[in-house]
């Protein structure tokens, strides 16, 4: 992590949010950010819910632990204790706040598990979304639009430089037609080509 040593990765969002983790991942794996939205765990929540919860095969096991990260979230929510509750295992939708405390898990298996809970949680999202309605797009919108500022300043300032001839400064790159395009038209949600998530605040780099 650039100016902290080596730590975990997520690590970088803490010491410097976005611009920090974006700056390690780009030093570390050689991939370039081209832009992200940051979503919360509430904005999360209404996502999920706005695609109408998604489809997921809960094992007993998980059961138990959703129901457990439930009391938290209901707590947060203002929501009385036991809602949402889940009753039974097996393949069942869930709502935005089950989703949420599902992707959370990180009790049951190794950590590549526990992501791979989170990637089935996105995935699930960006499908239903891709053939979601005028409303629940919206309701996306409504939800992401506010956190997708940082990146937009990011290209404005890379945009800016190249209409005075300079060079983009370390991190940056003169952003494309095709660039900007798959910035601005993240409100048809179909081009999560990269993900990374990291569960302090939920980060999509796409």
Known sequence: IPGHGSNRINSAYSYGQEDLLIQTIEQNFKIPIDSYV?????????????????????????KEWVNAY????????????GDGYLTSAGVQTLSGKQALSYARIRYIGTD?????RQREIITA????????????ITKIMDSVMPNVKAARARFEKAVENG??????????EKPTKNHIKKCFEITKCLFFNKIVIFFSHIILIF
């Open 70 to 81: 439930l009391n938290e979230t209901n707590e947060l929510l203002g929501k009385e204790f």
């Open 38 to 62: 940051k979503v919360d765990f509430f904005s999360f929540i209404d996502i999920v819910d706005a695609v109408g919860g998604v489809e997921i095969d809960v094992s007993e096991e998980e």
């Open 163 to 172: 209409k005075k001839g300079g060079r983009p400064t370390k991190g940056e």
């Open 125 to 136: 999202v960006v499908d239903k979304a891709k053939s979601a309605g005028p409303s629940a």
């Open 112 to 116: 590549f598990q526990r992501t791979e």
